[in-house]
Antibody, heavy 119, light 107 residues
């Protein structure tokens, strides 16, 4: 069974940093692309970042470019999101998601971790 | 960036109704269009991928259609467990983008 478990969320002041982690299990992590998707309280879904299976290709939403860094450790079945220079508008639930091996859609979602940026 | 626009933003329907949600892309997204269902307090769940392919385990009352820039999600014979928010997403190009969501409520 595919499982994605996020951790690392919490309360941080504006301008601060936070590192999210996602532990993957139940499949061969190293062969799948991964993304982060976020959802602000009461709002819709916003795609944040993409990383290819071997980390060769990385993309970011304009809203986080230059502040967030996605990475992965295939030996440890883990996905990361380093978030720097956090803003109030980064407050959201952050979902770790797997991109399907047979297409470009998201086929599995973690339960999410809440990041609150507030003074 | 490809903009995804869903309509309506919300709708009220009764159990047994047939419901159609529309998603329009600002550019051609080819076959790279998926639909997700999200219930309150839960992570989204994949329903439809590649415009019209039903994800394993999803009831056949859900169907997707369309092409190019105009797509639909249809729920036939609406069930109580279908009351949720639905999102389309394009995966034709980066940045990936979602529609703003359509909330299906009980009439």
């Amino acid at each position: 069974e595919v499982q994605l478990m996020e951790s690392g969320g919490g309360l941080v002041q504006p301008g601060g940093s936070l590192r999210l982690s996602c532990a993957a299990s139940g499949y061969t992590f190293s062969t799948y692309e991964m993304n982060w998707v976020r959802q602000a309280p009461g709002k819709g879904l916003e795609w944040v970042s993409h990383i290819s299976s071997a980390s060769r290709t990385i993309y970011y939403a304009d809203s986080v470019k230059g502040r967030f860094t996605i990475s992965r450790d295939n030996a440890d079945n883990s996905l990361f999101l380093q978030m720097n220079s956090l803003r109030v508008e980064d407050t959201a639930i952050y979902f770790c998601v797997r991109v399907s091996g047979s297409g470009r859609h998201i086929d599995y979602w973690g339960q999410g971790t809440l990041v609150t940026v507030s003074s | 960036e490809i903009q995804m626009t869903q309509s309506p933003s919300s709708l009220s329907a009764s159990v047994g109704d047939r419901v159609t949600i529309t998603c329009r892309a600002s550019q051609d997204v080819s076959i790279w269009l998926a639909w997700y269902q999200q219930k309150a307090g839960k992570a989204p769940k994949l329903l439809i991928y590649a415009v019209s392919s039903l994800q394993s385990g999803v009831p056949s009352r859900f169907s997707g259609g369309g092409s190019g820039t105009d797509f639909t999600l249809t729920i036939s014979n609406l069930q109580p467990e279908d009351f949720a928010t639905y999102y389309c997403q394009q995966a034709n190009s980066f940045p990936r983008t979602f529609g703003q969501g359509t909330k299906v409520e009980i009439k």
